[in-house]
């Protein structure tokens, strides 16, 4: 059998992780090993991949139910556990791997986050505890085309949180690695560039700040950035050169062509475990591994033969590696290369070496913009014009200057020659300053795309091959055909008679999208913390995503849950209204009686009164939306007070379909009354999974139900969007009709917060 056919034969099978709705059970894996297996018995050709593909299909399913299961079985009772610490966030967050549990041994050892106590002594890496532990499955919040935290917990082997509540040390011994880094920490603290040369070199990035961070992604050099392939296949290569090198000097008999290549992969897997073998590390080393083992096998592979392989191998060690983004962009970005180079070939010139580098170069870097645009919009959003100049820059400079400069620091960190070692990361902190110096310079390139032109980013690929296929002579039709489909964004309207709301998935806050004809309007922004808002990470990012752009803001009052975001919307769309009871300059009123329209819907405002205006929960503005057949009442924190006062000789205003259910769901509101006078169909709740005050309220969502309300929570659910059309309206759920994967299931308790 043909080892890459075998190897596309294993990617096919691992690829339906990323789609498969729910996990086959564990008897329907084991009838499928035992298909699999009298499968790949038969000497027909086509039957023996048939079954090799039901083998790894398996295998695959096996690893996922293998990381779910402690979601499911350890999260409903205390755990008595030994761990070993992996990593350490801060003196309250650790990473570990259960290695023991109830005393016996577990294989694989599953991940878990510590947060929230402190150990007896310091923790490091390396260290052995006996814990009791309750712990919790990994759950985070989801919108369509927002960061995935269970997708990306899964693919990091991380599918635990926790506390503990008794910790005793069994061996207080930290890791090598962990010993290192503690002494390489302390040297590089007093480097301008420290955090980035520790992120370069050891593969630490916490110490990063957020804006060089934001720098080196709109610049799109952020793949330069961190112990990635090629800084270990760099290292690889300087071991490769070093060995060939001695060679020269040996006897002919002792030289042979392998031994560069073992030593450098055997060095390339030391410095992967020397950086903490993150995923991206260990990946590199498994495709190192199996290119080793393509070369030391004396065949010609063609390099589309030696990338299946690779891939084949990483999943068939990882499985859930293709949950990951990172190894997309990796494998993606080697295809790219292939596929670029085959394609265009790069222009042969004759003249000075240094402007040919600098054509080749360039045509590299031209490559990787136009044919990475497709994962660069699916992962990120959006793509850097500025990327062509700064990698002509960044590129060489980190690979031939930085990353061997700081790779000779950490040998001579090892107490060789401390003078040399000052004066390398000297140079290796100004190679840096140069390089962000230069970053910095450069106008702000960043371009977001939105998801209608997602498709469109094929372009480039689809041109390539048309024009070495002479596509424009063959099939004119085609290709004006194709550019015409191309531009419908531009000419095809975006409006329907309908409208939408979008309850956002922010945590434990509130975030209402209302839209109509491609437009928006906000009711409540999210909450903040300390660095950031969810504005920023989650509203922002969505309507962009969706090419919506918010004409207003209503807020319903100050608590920082729902006001969090509000002036990075504004930073961001600065011309935007502003409505609220705040009494605040610049904000439109929002007291009862207010009445307005905006795309063909009535606002009207029905609490606070103006003339006795309230501050906190009860002073929250309720909003009441309606089409003429439909309606939404949007009640902010509301509680059972000022819903009192508001039906008040004003109940018969408030009648809804769906109603925003008050203050996340607690029982201080949502009283009955109130329950019965909206009479509604859909109640929404917006709250986090795992809050401290245990919201929604169980007896508020019975009470709810008991008065007919489909009963929808964003824990549960994640981002809920309800269409209201002419025919009815129509609720998608992300987690269950939107995006309905294995990996955003609810795991854990049934009824816990949510």
Not at 58 to 86: N, R, Y
Not at 310 to 320: F, G
Not at 376 to 397: E, K, R, Y
Request: hydrophobic share 50%; with cysteine.
């Amino acid at each position: 059998m043909c080892l890459s056919t075998l190897a596309t034969c294993l990617i096919l099978a691992i690829l339906p992780l990323l789609w498969l709705p729910a996990l086959p059970a564990l008897p329907v894996i084991q009838a499928t090993i035992v298909a699999g297996v009298l499968l790949a018995l038969i000497r027909h050709q086509i039957a023996r991949y048939l079954g090799f593909w039901l083998l790894f299909f398996a295998w695959g399913g096996l690893a996922a139910l293998s990381a779910v299961w402690p979601m499911q079985h350890l999260t409903s009772s205390p755990q008595k556990a030994e761990l070993e610490i992996v990593a350490t966030g801060s003196d309250r967050m650790y990473q570990a791997r259960i290695i023991r549990l109830n005393g016996r041994a577990m294989l694989p050892a599953p991940g878990v986050t510590l947060y929230g106590n402190t150990l007896p002594q310091p923790g490091c890496a390396g260290q052995r505890w006996k814990m009791t532990l309750t712990l919790r499955p990994v759950h985070g919040q989801l919108n369509d085309g927002g960061f995935d935290a269970q997708r990306y917990a899964l693919a990091q082997h991380q599918p635990l949180t926790g506390r503990f509540t008794h910790a005793e040390v069994m061996d207080a011994r930290c890791s090598l690695r962990a010993r290192y880094l503690a002494t390489l920490t302390n040297t590089l603290s007093s480097y301008t560039w420290g955090p980035v040369l520790l992120g370069l070199g050891m593969g630490e990035r916490l110490a990063v700040t957020p804006d060089i961070k934001n720098l080196m992604r709109e610049t799109g050099t952020a793949h330069l950035m961190a112990i990635s392939g090629l800084h270990i296949a760099l290292a690889a290569s300087v071991i490769w050169l070093l060995v060939r090198g001695i060679q020269f000097f040996v006897p002919a008999r002792w030289v042979g062509w392998r031994a560069p290549l073992v030593a450098g992969f055997c060095f390339a897997a030391f410095y992967a475990w020397l950086t903490g073998l993150q995923p991206p590390a260990l990946r590199t080393v498994v495709s190192l591994g199996a290119y080793l083992a393509l070369q030391l096998s004396g065949r010609l592979w063609s390099p589309w033969q030696i990338w299946r392989v690779c891939i084949a191998a990483i999943l068939l060690v990882d499985p859930l590696a293709v949950l990951s983004h990172s190894l997309l962009l990796s494998a993606f970005a080697v295809a790219v290369l292939i596929f670029w180079y085959q394609w265009v070939p790069r222009p042969r010139l004759s003249g000075p070496w240094a402007i040919q580098a600098v054509v080749n170069l360039l045509h590299l870097q031209l490559g990787m913009l136009l044919l990475l645009l497709p994962v660069q919009v699916v992962v990120f959003h959006g793509f850097s014009l500025s990327s062509l100049v700064a990698n002509l820059v960044a590129v060489p400079l980190v690979t031939f200057i930085s990353v061997p400069l700081i790779l000779l620091g950490m040998w001579l960190h090892l107490g060789i020659w401390p003078l040399a070692e000052n004066m390398v990361w000297t140079l290796a902190d100004g190679s840096l300053s140069l390089l962000f110096g230069f970053l910095t310079m450069l106008p702000d390139g960043w371009i977001p795309v939105d998801k209608r032109w997602l498709w469109l980013t094929l372009l480039p690929w689809v041109v390539i091959i048309a024009w070495r296929m002479r596509g424009a002579r063959t099939y004119p039709v085609v290709c004006v055909s194709a550019l015409v489909l191309a531009a419908s964004p531009l000419w095809r309207a975006n409006k329907t008679e309908g409208w939408a709301v979008h309850m956002l998935d922010v945590g434990q806050g509130l975030a209402v999208v209302i839209e109509r004809q491609g437009k928006a309007i906000l009711y409540d922004t999210g909450p903040a913390w300390p660095g950031g808002d969810s504005a920023q990470q989650l509203i922002i990012p969505w309507l962009r995503w969706h090419n919506l752009r918010p004409e207003g803001v209503i807020v319903s009052h100050d608590h920082l849950d729902h006001i969090g975001g509000l002036a990075s919307l504004r930073q961001a769309w600065p011309k935007m209204w502003i409505r609220s009871p705040l009494r605040q300059e610049g904000h439109r009123a929002c007291f009862r009686g207010e009445r307005w329209q905006w795309q063909g819907l009535t606002f009207s405002a029905h609490w606070p009164l103006a003339t006795a205006p309230q501050r906190g929960n009860n002073g929250s503005c309720v909003v009441k939306i309606e089409d003429g057949t439909h309606s939404l009442l949007l009640t902010g924190d509301i509680e059972a007070q000022g819903e009192k006062a508001m039906l008040s000789h004003h109940w018969q205003y408030l009648a809804s379909t769906l109603i925003q259910v008050p203050h996340h769901g607690s029982n201080t509101s949502s009283s009955l009354p109130l329950v019965q006078r909206v009479g509604g169909r859909i109640a929404l709740v917006s709250a986090s999974r795992y809050n401290a005050w245990r919201l929604p309220s169980g007896k508020v969502a019975r009470r709810y139900r008991k008065e007919g309300y489909l009963w929808l929570t964003t824990p549960r659910s994640g981002q809920i969007t309800v269409s209201f059309s002419q025919h009815g309206w129509q609720i998608q759920r992300l987690r269950d009709q939107i995006f309905p994967r294995w990996y955003h299931q609810w795991f854990g308790a049934p009824g816990d917060n949510g």
